[in-house]
């Protein structure tokens, strides 16, 4: 188990832009995969990108391709999601989680408490 905590969440207006950030406890961080998945209300969860052990891979919901980046820096043990061109529908949780290489929820096995992302319009 990984202990994930997310920061970064906020109020925005429509085009703006925010970047979370996910720091984890382990050290063995640099082994898992990360995912950034969200949460809108009366809504399931859903993926939004992820990206692999080595950081050479990364996959993104067609939702927000070309408008958030997935990155992670292993030395700090850290995972960001850079949120770029806000829309109103992108209002969420955002839940960051370690686990496998995936764009399924049931390949991650550890979750942080969520951040939340309101968007003006």
């Known amino acids: 188990q990984v202990q994930l905590v997310e920061s970064g969440g906020g109020l925005v207006e429509a085009g703006g832009s925010l970047r979370l950030s996910c720091a984890a406890s382990?050290?063995?961080?640099?082994?898992?995969?990360m995912g950034w998945f969200r949460q809108a209300p009366g809504k399931e969860r859903e993926f939004v990108a992820s990206?692999?052990?080595?950081?050479?891979?990364?996959s993104y919901a067609d939702s927000v391709k070309g408008r958030f980046t997935i990155s992670r820096d292993n030395a700090k043990n850290t995972v960001y999601l850079e949120m770029n061109s806000l829309k109103p529908e992108d209002t969420a949780v955002y839940y960051c989680?370690?686990?496998?290489?995936?764009?399924?929820?049931?390949?991650?096995?550890?979750w942080g408490q969520g951040t939340q992302v309101t968007v003006s319009s």
């Open positions: 990206m692999s052990s080595s950081g050479r891979g990364a």
């Open positions: 382990r050290r063995t961080f640099s082994l898992y995969a």
């Open positions: 989680a370690a686990g496998s290489y995936s764009l399924r929820i049931g390949d991650y096995g550890s």
